[in-house]
């Protein structure tokens, strides 16, 4: 199975895109797989309402491990099925706390593997230190698309024209992962590419 991974600073909505993607692709559970560096992987299965509970907040750094969930994609008359694995968010300071360190390699380490990054982006925020990394790095792969979350919000769209010109010649996919909108250019994406 070919691995999407979620990548971007803290607070972006990673988390809740991932989510509310397997949603949108009609899984009812997730079957996460935590996978924390000191200790040995589990999997837990939630009901979609009980993961969006426990998994997203509004906190950074919620997340502090990989976390994949395997997603059936529509493909013509077949399913594929893809791994989609959620990363802890990416600073451009050396964090305080060596649990978050540590959480933030394992995410870097991940890139070199992944089929796929979805870089995930506020766009009223300026692309600079972390986010500009991983644009060049994603510039130079097939499998890398930046969504522009948060469109539901004010300032989004203004936003939006600025990171396209930006970040071109990548995609620049504009989705909302509360109001789970866009989320049929990001299947598109996957179909293309599985």
Known sequence: MKEALVIGRPNVGK??????????????????????????AYTRIYPIGQA???????????????QSLVLNVPHGKAVRKV???????????????????????????????????????????????????????????????VLANKMDLPGRPEGLAALARLAGPAPVLA?????????REVRAFVRRRV
Do not use: C, K
């Not at 988390?15 to 040995?40: H, K, Y």
């Open 15 to 40: 988390t809740l895109f991932s989510v509310n993607f397997a949603e949108f692709l009609g899984q009812r559970r997730l079957e996460v797989m935590f996978r924390p560096r000191d200790g040995a």
């Open 52 to 66: 969006r509970a426990d998994l997203v907040g509004e906190e950074p750094h919620r997340t502090l491990g990989l």
């Open 83 to 145: 791994v989609l694995t959620d990363s802890t968010g990416l600073t451009d300071d050396v964090h305080p706390v060596s649990a978050v360190r540590r959480a933030m390699a394992d995410t870097l380490r991940q890139v070199a593997s992944a089929a796929f990054i979805f870089h995930v982006v506020d766009p009223v925020s300026p692309l600079e230190g972390v986010d500009l990394d991983i644009l060049r790095y994603g510039l130079t792969q097939d499998g890398y698309a």
């Open 175 to 183: 989705v909302s992962a509360s109001d789970r909108t866009g989320f």
